[in-house]
């Protein structure tokens, strides 16, 4: 395919911890416009994977190409200046600060005049503003964003940590286990809202144990085994079945038909 459309690539990365070898020369490729889950058996290296792309640990072999051109992440601060948001399954949200304080933490608004600057007095109102209007904008149904998170469900917390990804992404979205903790009606909300962050533009990774909700969900899948990319696969041909069974090399890439491969 056209390296036009990858929009995020690695080569060959490794990552050793010891004698471990948690990534032994995987390959990874993001479409633009898509949702591609990563899958792989419990020491398969996703997420050793999943921190070289957000900048959570730094490949010891390798390299990362973002819009074609080489990057190096030495920190999650710099794949964030980059434009890549990660939601982690831990939501790192503060429950006692309101939905709109959450959405700019740490990137809060300042007021624009001398004393604001001097200061460094929050402009409340414009955080607030732009925080209704992004929820808005993904059709995230909050009574009010004055209201503290630690009066939400754990569908909608999910909601707000995965709006402050989207509304600050500028070229991926990183989603880690977004649906782990949650009861079925909040996990399809958040999924839902998964698909608007696709819609909007930003192509989203997406790390998940839930095999159904991969399958509802992903483009595509890549498959990680022992360190490497096994292959990727199209979820719209390939059976749940057949892609565990490669998942926990029962069965080889050689043996799908080509049209499972994507």
Same mark, same amino acid.
């Given at each position: ?8 690539? +690695? ?10 070898? +948690? ?14 889950? #990563?899958?792989?058996?419990?020491? +398969? ?9 957000? $900048? ?24 964030? *200046? ?33 004393? $604001? ?25 909050? *009574? ?15 909601? #707000?940590?995965? +709006? *402050? ?5 500028? &070229? ?9 903790? /949650? ?12 698909? *608007?962050?696709?819609?909007?533009? /930003?192509? #989203?990774?997406?790390?998940? &144990?839930?095999?159904?909700? #991969? ?10 085994? /022992? ?28 043996? /799908? ?6």
């Amino acid at each position: 395919m056209s390296s036009t459309n990858l929009v995020m690539q +690695a080569k060959g990365l490794v990552k050793r911890y010891g004698q471990v070898t +948690a990534l032994d020369g995987t390959d990874f490729e993001l479409r633009a416009g898509e949702i591609l889950a #990563v899958i792989g058996d419990n020491g +398969a290296g996703k997420s050793s994977l999943i921190k070289a792309l957000s $900048g959570a640990t730094v490949p010891d072999e390798g390299e990362m190409l973002l819009d074609g051109q080489p990057v190096q992440f030495r920190s999650p601060i710099d794949a964030r *200046r980059a434009g890549i948001e990660t939601v982690y399954q831990d939501l790192a949200v503060a429950p006692a600060m309101t939905i709109a304080e959450n959405l700019f933490l740490g990137r809060e608004i300042i007021k624009d005049n001398p004393i $604001g600057r001097l200061l460094r007095l929050l402009d409340k109102k414009a955080m607030l503003e732009q925080a209704v209007q992004r929820m808005q904008e993904l059709k995230v149904g909050i *009574r009010s964003m004055t209201q503290a998170v630690e009066t939400l469900s754990g569908g909608q917390r999910q909601c #707000v940590a995965v +709006a *402050r990804a989207a509304a600050f992404a500028q &070229h991926v979205v990183i989603m880690d286990e977004p649906t782990a903790a /949650l009861g079925v009606k909040e996990g399809n909300m958040v999924l839902e809202l998964i698909r *608007r962050v696709r819609d909007k533009g /930003l192509p #989203v990774i997406l790390i998940s &144990h839930n095999m159904p909700h #991969v399958f509802e969900i992903a483009d595509r899948i890549h498959i990680q085994r /022992l360190g490497k990319r096994a292959t990727v696969v199209n979820p719209h041909v390939i059976s749940m079945s057949d892609t565990v069974a490669v998942m926990t090399g029962a069965m080889l890439p050689e043996e /799908l038909p080509e049209a499972a491969l994507a």
